[in-house]
């Protein structure tokens, strides 16, 4: 099996990678959640490093295609498990997971701000993730292309309309850094966090758009 044999996403997003040697998670072991897992491509770095991993998205072709991956691309002593089920019900259901790597990357635009808060707190409540636990989180900010296209259905949110990267009709939730911070610090009692700022340009439908995300990963105390 090669790289033209993966399904879906062929390698992790890139500040996956540089978040995962420079924090040196090579030299360690635990377990993984991930959330907006898609078809396990980030996962896959920690699952080659005998992580034992879990993922949760609400597409189920994307865990179709995780588990074809994990079950016949991928090789490693840890385990795995994917998860059809979305992100706020997840942590409604489960209790005691106490994972040691908690992330949630490229997927917090698509809900509101105020759901992305109760979910932090289902998450704490419902030990998702042990004290001490590493977390990830990238999304989008204020300056990137989407924002302010569609309707607006609450501050900082649009119901994409007509839009040229082909995700209308989902909600798109952008963010500054300081109330990303604010809030991380808030609910999670975010510690050491790094803050990293990735604005691109990037060829749509012939168009030249900009993507504007932050990455922030830290330790929960």
Not at 29 to 40: A, P, R, T, W
Not at 50 to 61: N, P, T
Not at 74 to 80: L, M, P
Not at 98 to 120: A, G, R
Request: proline share 1%; glycine share 6%.
């Amino acid at each position: 099996m090669t790289i033209k044999d993966i399904k879906g996403l062929k390698y992790p997003d890139e500040y996956v990678i540089k978040y995962f040697f420079k924090e040196r998670l090579f030299e360690k072991k635990g377990k993984v959640l991930e959330f907006g897992c898609s078809n396990g491509n980030n996962l896959s770095l920690y699952y080659q490093y005998d992580y034992d991993v879990q993922g949760v998205d609400i597409s189920k072709d994307n865990i179709a295609n995780a588990n074809y991956n994990f079950e016949n691309i991928y090789q490693s002593e840890g385990s795995f498990e994917f998860n059809c089920e979305d992100m706020m019900s997840f942590v409604q259901n489960n209790k005691n997971l106490e994972v040691d790597i908690f992330t949630i990357p490229n997927v917090i635009s698509y809900i509101s701000k105020k759901d992305f808060i109760k979910f932090l707190e289902l998450s704490v409540q419902n030990k998702i993730f042990k004290k001490g636990a590493k977390f990830f989180l990238r999304t989008r900010t204020i300056k990137d292309y989407r924002y302010g296209l569609g309707k607006k259905v609450s501050k900082d949110s649009y119901l994409m309309q007509n839009d040229i990267t082909g995700e209308e009709g989902a909600l798109c939730t952008c963010y500054q850094e300081y109330e990303l911070i604010d809030i991380l610090r808030k609910y999670l009692n975010l510690s050491n966090f790094s803050i990293n700022h990735l604005d691109n340009q990037n060829c749509q439908n012939g168009e030249t758009i900009l993507n504007s995300d932050i990455a922030i990963w830290g330790q929960i105390e």
